[in-house]
């Protein structure tokens, strides 16, 4: 069996845009979209929703290999699924990060209990953190409980750029345009796909604010500091 991800802009606001299919049947994988249509009644962002079918779709591949159907049945669930899960994933190549291995047995681990509050619960010594989990506004004694179950990802180190490099970078500004999309993410904070959506008519220089469509289609006004309005005259046309 081989299943894909089918994105489907014009679905209605109770199901998924993005869902998994098996390939051959053109059958949806019920337990996979009824999560995502869970997600997407939540307004969850296209982008995510998307993120979270492919994450499925790795899921769904690996346990028709070990159990030769895409449907998912509690009697199949055991303590150790999302341990095996995570051995087959380690077992890949090229390798697969931490963080790509943790965002994916979170993923499955979240739609298999949309599906079956009551499976059994998924423990492995050494693949969990303890932590001090706090009542709501302070109220009761706080209790240690147990994270998901993930593998544990190397600590960042970062290392800031030295003057030479920092000199380098300023320097390969060509333009006001470089310098305005440069000054928007520094100084603003936008992400790199907020600043390529941003047109002159976005750009309110008389009220001093940003009109900046973020993730899911929201839209915030943040003020414009005014190291970055002699430069955001030059950002191009719509």
Known sequence: MKFRVVQEKAASGAHSPVY?????TGQGVGWINRYLDREHVRHLAYKSLYSYAHSLLYFVRWWEGVHHTGDLSEANLTESTLLDYIR???????????????DRVACADRAIRNEFPDAPCQAAPGFHQVYLHRRPLGIGRPRFDLSRLRVREPR????PL???????????????????IVGLMLMHGLRSAEVMALNRDDV???????RVRGKGGKMRFPPLAPETTPTTRSLPAP
């Open 156 to 159: 960042l180190t970062i290392v």
């Open 204 to 210: 309110l220089l008389s009220e001093g604010q940003l």
């Open 88 to 102: 087959f994933q380690s077992s890949r190549q090229p390798a697969l990060s931490a963080s790509t291995i943790n």
């Open 162 to 180: 030295s003057v030479d490099e920092v000199a380098r970078f300023w320097s390969s500004f060509r333009s006001a345009r470089d310098l305005a």
């Open 20 to 24: 998994v299919i098996e390939q051959e």
